[in-house]
């Protein structure tokens, strides 16, 4: 079975009940709880206010796809009203389903969602996160201590090419990250946000009070960037690419391993989580990780086909994690 009707078998309910109860607060997770989105989402967004339900919806296909964190769009003390907000999100989106696509299992909602009957679970690969108590000092140590020599080198490499890191946010970081993903391999192998559908959705999160982009620009122009979004004391960094051009300057592995602390500097976090699959970069920053799963409902042919093409993604980047590869190389031709 590639996913799960209602509750996923692999989540034990006793653990999970632990973990619910001693979870952080839904408002650290929750991106638009008391942001009114409706007056700053794009076309093809779609904003829901229900109940006191606030989220921001965008849609890819016949999908109404959650912005960010999935379950974080719901307040704790409104969990029993999961059904109401999601059949309002129908309504208003023409969509067969709602989808979200980030439910870390120890979110306060996620026993709500699991026993939502008539959804579809399925269990993703881990996320890996950053203990940032100490403000990012031991993250490049870490790197070092991980990757070796090989560190060094890239560090050097980019900061002798002439580069200028800025922040961006709204518009023109959506440009600037348009300009990227044209010419990065996530275009040429299907996976940019272009060709994905994905522009209204991360459009949004840009627009919204914790959306920001750090930008590497090489001679003017915008040649990598890292999409950041800071919810309560958690930043998340969402995606990050490169223009292939600059490759041999490593300049994604900058962004993260050694221009994190300095971009956030004057921000009280506590942890940074770097969504997404495991790859060898973010298991050289991390200091632990987490369970998550994709949710949707109902479980509608549409979605049952987007289950079906995450499982598919998540192994071929488990293939080629286990082959010592990056996740790329799984979408490279032969």
Sequence with gaps: MPFMVSRPQPLEPESLETRWRNAYAAAAFSPFDGYEVASSVPSGA???????????????????????TGSGVLRESERFCVR?????????????????????????????????????????RPTAQIDWS????????????????????????FESAGYVLTTLRGRDAMDAIVEVESKSWKAAAGQGMVTRGQVDLYSA???????????VLFEGQP???????????????????????????????????????????????????????????KVSLQTGTRERTA???????????WCR??????ERTRQTW??????????EAP
């Design 134 to 157: 100490d403000d990012g000092a031991s993250l490049w140590r870490r790197c070092e201590a991980r990757l070796g020599t090989r560190a060094g080198r890239r560090r050097r490499r």
């Design 205 to 215: 999160l840009l627009g919204s009070a914790g959306g920001s982009a750090r930008v």
């Design 223 to 281: 040649v990598a960037y890292r999409l950041d979004h800071v919810v309560g004391r958690t930043l998340w960094c969402l995606k990050w690419s490169f223009d292939e051009g600059h490759r041999a300057t490593s300049p994604g592995f900058y962004l993260l391993a050694a221009d994190l602390p300095r971009s956030v500097e004057g921000l009280a976090l506590d942890l940074v989580d770097l969504a997404g699959s495991p790859d060898h970069l």
């Design 295 to 305: 949710f949707a409902w109902p479980a509608s042919e549409a979605a049952r086909r």
């Design 322 to 331: 286990r082959a010592g590869h990056g996740i790329r190389h799984g979408y």
């Design 84 to 124: 109401t907000h999601f059949e309002r999100v129908q309504a208003e989106s023409g969509a067969s389903s709602v989808v979200l696509p980030m439910v870390h299992e120890d979110h306060p909602l996620a026993r709500a969602l699991y026993d939502l009957q008539g959804a579809l679970i399925l269990p993703r």
């Design 309 to 314: 093409e995450r499982r598919a993604h998540d």
């Design 46 to 68: 779609v904003s829901v206010a229900a109940g006191g339900l606030l989220g921001c919806y965008t849609r890819e296909g016949e999908l109404a796809v959650s912005v960010h």
